[in-house]
Nanobody, 123 residues
Framework: QVQLVESGGGLVQAGGSLKLSCVASGDTFSKASMGWFRQPPGKEREFVAATTWSGSRSDYTDSVKGRFTISRDNDKNTLYLQMNNLKADGTAIYFC????????????????WGKGTLVAVSS
């Protein structure tokens, strides 16, 4: 069973940057499409970004396009999310997961969720 450990969250001012990391255990990471999701306070978890196993394709929710970049290092079993120009609505717990998709319009997590990492953006 794959375990996911997210890190890199913290408190940042609006307009600032953070880089999140997600380390996966096991030997299936390099073959899996992976993604980032977030859960704002009092709201449901939502999709943020996804990338294919090779990193050749990436998809983003509209609100983060041009500001967030998803990447991966399969040799290190690690997924990243570079977040620039953070806004107050970026405050959330961020999770990574293996991702499934319906025609690259809807994305969903497929595995067990980790504990996530908290990002707090002050305005």
């Amino acid at each position: 069973q794959v375990q996911l450990v997210e890190s890199g969250g913290g408190l940042v001012q609006a307009g600032g940057s953070l880089k999140l990391s997600c380390v996966a255990s096991g030997d299936t990471f390099s073959k899996a499409s992976m993604g980032w999701f977030r859960q704002p306070p009092g709201k449901e978890r939502e999709f943020v970004a996804a990338t294919t196993w090779s990193g050749s394709r990436s998809d983003y929710t509209d609100s983060v396009k041009g500001r967030f970049t998803i990447s991966r290092d399969n040799d290190k079993n690690t997924l990243y999310l570079q977040m620039n120009n953070l806004k107050a609505d970026g405050t959330a717990i961020y999770f990574c997961n293996e991702v499934g998709t319906r025609d690259f319009h809807t994305f969903y997590g497929m595995g067990d969720w980790g504990k996530g990492t908290l990002v707090a953006v002050s305005s």
